[in-house]
């Protein structure tokens, strides 16, 4: 299990101790923590893949002309890995 989910479920079982925990004011709030945290991970996921899935000619040329720009500056690479390795222990 992700920590932020166990972060949600702990967060939520703490403050739902003295009621049900299938009540439905509780589960609107576990909801809500979890579509803070997933949404915006769903909508970068979908932006990727119709970028990728576009067959039009000027959005296949940047998409592209980004990806060798990306892949020839190491520096940046170099960057990301970083944050990546520092936000997330799993990578």
């Known amino acids: ?17 003295r009621a049900l925990l299938g009540s ?5 709030a576990y909801e809500t923590e979890r579509q ?3 949404i915006p991970m769903m909508a970068g996921i ?20 980004g990806c060798h720009l990306t892949q020839s500056l190491t520096p940046v690479k170099v960057c990301r890995l970083q944050i990546i390795d520092v936000t997330n222990n799993t990578f």
């Open 1 to 17: 299990m992700h920590r932020c989910v166990l972060l949600c479920v702990t967060t939520c079982v703490c403050v739902c101790v």
């Open 24 to 28: 439905l004011e509780h589960l609107l």
């Open 36 to 38: 803070r945290r997933v």
């Open 46 to 65: 979908d932006a990727l893949n119709r970028l990728y899935s576009n067959r039009i000619s000027p959005v296949v040329l940047l998409r592209n002309l």
